[in-house]
């Protein structure tokens, strides 16, 4: 990026670093572990959540649209970001991950899982590009009433960050009704957990992609975590997604 290209993405962007730095991270940390997912209150305004929206129709931003009723994966759609990200993507991809990427290297190592995560995304994103797995996967997804997103986990190759965020850029009860972002833990030799994330317009929810360790009173054992979104009652709700792996 040249030095001026550097200066307009601050410009749109002044402190969103700093305000992800100053969330309650111990508190964010503290219901990551014990719940496997966590509330990030007011990561976006209403004016940035209403910014990234208005990019959907805009194809130069993207590399590809799904049709989630093509594939079984519900119904609405969604498209994958090209690079370079825009704003405020690519402000927020690796501010998320510095405070994220110690929580994942704790679970692994709960897990017994020895792979580690570097302290800088651009540093996991070498070890991503490195291994084929090069087109970004920070999404923009949009719903209409009648549309859902069907439990599902973000894997896109070998490379996995094991957490990921996604925020509600529209406003609930103004926007759209139902289409609440829910999560299910199938636990071993137990019955599946579900968990019904309650978010207001521009609030994230961090979550686990896959597994997260839970502290049993036998020792720490291994939780299978799917997202998905029920059913839009009425009107249209857009989710940036942000998932910290690159994929094939
Ligand atoms: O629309 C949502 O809330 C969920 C989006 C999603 O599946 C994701 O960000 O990976
Ligand atoms: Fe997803």
């Not at 962007?13 to 496997?36: F, K, R, Y």
């Not at 590009?129 to 949009?142: D, F, K, M, S, V």
């Not at 894997?155 to 957490?163: I, M």
């Amino acid at each position: 990026m040249t030095a001026i290209a550097k200066i307009s993405a601050r410009a749109a962007a002044p402190d969103l670093a700093a305000h992800v730095d100053a969330l309650d991270w111990p508190q964010i940390t503290a219901e990551l572990d014990s719940q496997g997912c966590a509330v990030l209150k007011n990561l976006l305004t209403p004016d940035q959540c209403r910014a990234v929206a208005t990019l959907y129709p805009d194809d130069t931003h993207f590399r590809s649209r799904i049709v989630m009723g093509r594939h079984g994966f519900g119904r609405g759609e969604y498209k994958y970001f090209s690079y370079p990200l825009p704003d405020p993507i690519a402000q927020l991809r690796p501010a998320l991950y510095g405070h994220l990427q110690g929580v994942a290297n704790r679970w692994n190592e709960a897990m017994g899982i020895d792979i580690r995560y570097p302290a800088s995304h651009g540093a996991f994103l070498k070890r991503c590009h490195e291994a084929g797995q090069a087109r970004p996967t920070p999404l923009l997804l949009q719903y209409e009433a009648g549309d859902y997103n069907c439990l599902h986990q973000d894997l896109y190759g070998e490379h996995v960050f094991p957490l990921q965020v996604a925020i509600l850029l529209s406003e609930p009860g103004r926007d759209f009704t139902g289409g609440e972002f829910v999560l299910t833990e199938q636990r071993p030799r137990m019955q599946s957990r579900a968990e019904v994330v309650p978010l207001a317009q521009g609030d994230a929810v961090a979550f686990a992609v896959h597994h997260r360790p839970v502290q049993g009173t036998r020792g720490t054992y291994r939780v299978n975590l799917r997202h998905g979104v029920s059913r839009i009652r009425s009107g249209q709700r857009h989710t940036l997604g942000v998932i910290f792996h690159d994929a094939k």
